[in-house]
């Protein structure tokens, strides 16, 4: 089943504490990307990757850390998270309709919560 | 910066009832335009996608129009069912500094038994 997996599904944290939320596609997408959903202000990407090793910051990239080493996965990693980014994240990957054109697809979404 | 813009944010219509969704965008060079739907809690399911070149695309009971030049989207359901009753986002693909997507804030839509 093509599908974009992230894990964990929920998580509940304190300030400071390192953690990576994993996001897997099997669809051999090229383009990947990392959202965050909050209340009021709707999706905002975080960081996008047109391929392997080729990462860009969306419209609120501070506090984030990504990496685009296989074609597959593209973690997000919060190293030191805070308060302000507990939200809703969602991963997406996206093939090429045709020239300049992406269809997004969506992984589940990981509710992290930052004490 | 792009800015998205969907209203109403809330619409609650009896079942039965054609009802329309709108988009709005202020930078009209996009590159395409998507529909999507979010149960509460849940992800988001992509309903329909418009190229630039496009002007509708249809599946089953939706209809989803783009007018570029005006930089507004509708997204028509017709004969609305309560299944229909969750979130409906828009989000656009362009090119201004990169290669980024900007979504809406949704139009929360209940459809009334």
């Known amino acids: 089943e093509a599908q974009v997996t992230q894990n964990p599904r929920y998580l509940i944290t304190v300030t400071g504490k390192k953690l990576t939320v994993t996001c897997s596609q099997n669809m051999n997408h090229e383009y990947m990307s990392w959202y965050r959903q909050d209340p009021g202000l709707g999706l905002r990407q975080i960081y996008y990757?047109?391929?392997?090793?080729?990462?860009d910051k969306g419209d609120v990239p501070e506090g984030y850390k990504v990496s685009r080493k296989e074609k597959r996965n593209f973690p997000l990693i919060l190293e030191s998270p805070s308060p302000n980014q507990t939200s809703l994240y969602f991963c997406?990957?996206?093939?090429?309709?045709?020239?300049?054109?992406?269809?997004?697809?969506f992984g589940p979404g990981t509710r992290l919560t930052v004490t | 910066k792009q800015e998205v813009t969907q209203i109403p944010a809330a619409l609650s219509v009896p079942e039965g009832e054609n009802l329309v969704l709108n988009c709005s965008f202020t930078d009209s060079a996009i590159y395409n335009l998507q529909w999507f739907r979010q149960d509460p809690g849940k992800g988001l399911t992509s309903l329909l996608l418009i190229q630039s070149s496009q002007r509708e695309q249809t599946s089953g009971r939706l209809n989803a129009s783009l007018d570029k030049s005006s930089g507004r989207s509708t997204l028509y359901i017709a004969a609305s069912q309560p299944g229909d009753s969750a979130t409906y986002l828009c989000a656009v693909f362009l090119r201004v500094t990169g290669n980024q997507f900007y979504f809406g804030t949704g139009t929360s839509l209940t459809v009334i038994p």
């Open positions: 997406a990957s996206s093939f090429m309709l045709a020239e300049h054109s992406y269809e997004q697809y």
């Open positions: 990757s047109m391929n392997v090793e080729v990462t």
